[in-house]
């Protein structure tokens, strides 16, 4: 594997552990409302504005993921899509950076 790849990966899983620390210390301290996490991303103009840049982002993300699996036919770099929404840009970006540069056999 190259060294880039190893990159990718570990800002993956990186972009996919740390994130969800501060997810799940929120829930366990203020119960597993996901609308109420909701309502804490927009608590402010600064978080608001946080949240639509994420939002903006994984929107570009899934759009360049499709057109390039669509002509790559590279299925499995599919699975970048929840993760993006699911757990962050910062764990579905590297991640389907990682599965884009495998090598083509």
């Not at 990966?9 to 119960?31: D, E, R, S």
């Not at 950076?97 to 090598?103: E, I, K, T, V």
């Amino acid at each position: 594997m190259s060294p880039v790849r190893v990159i990718y990966l570990g800002l993956a899983i990186w972009g996919a552990i740390h994130p969800m620390y501060y997810f799940v210390t929120w829930f366990n301290a203020n119960g597993y409302d996901l609308m109420a996490m909701v309502d804490a991303w927009h608590v402010n103009a600064a978080t608001s504005g946080l949240v639509w840049d994420l939002t903006i982002a994984a929107l570009a993300l899934t759009i360049w993921i499709i057109s390039e699996v669509s002509v790559r036919r590279n299925w499995l770099a599919l699975i970048a899509i929840p993760a993006t929404f699911c757990i962050g840009v910062s764990c579905g970006l590297p991640l389907y950076l990682f599965l884009r540069s495998r090598p083509i056999t």
